[in-house]
């Protein structure tokens, strides 16, 4: 899997260790829609730096164990933090997978997801 795609507006980047803050800040602007409708359920009221922290990290393990890879949705050319996604769920003998996102809510309706 490659850990950088672009489509020149915006880039999907593997996570890595300095996503953290970002990911929190994004995390708490958006929780009410990230938990109202029960899909994230890791992004709860009351998430915190240590959870964004823990997440990241368990981003980085699960793709280094090929259990599922995360990215980082970035606008370009500023590189802002537009949200995440994830490929996931793989079943190799029916060659399927699947696939979430979501995109905080400054960044919604701009066309991203």
């Not at 060659?95 to 701009?110: D, E, F, M, P, Q």
Request: net charge neutral; with cysteine; proline share 1%.
């Amino acid at each position: 899997m490659k850990d950088y795609l672009t489509n020149g507006r915006l880039v999907l980047r593997k996570y890595r260790l300095g996503y953290e803050e970002v990911l929190f800040k994004a995390v708490t602007e958006s929780i009410h829609e990230l938990t109202s409708r029960g899909y994230y359920s890791t992004y709860a009221s009351g998430f915190t730096l240590d959870n964004a922290k823990e997440d990241v990290k368990s981003q980085i393990l699960n793709w280094d164990d090929g259990k599922s890879y995360a990215f980082i949705i970035e606008e370009l050319p500023s590189l802002a933090f537009a949200g995440n996604c994830v490929v996931n769920e793989f079943e190799a003998d029916r060659k399927h997978a699947g696939i979430g996102y979501w995109v905080r809510t400054s960044r919604a309706g701009r066309g991203i997801a």
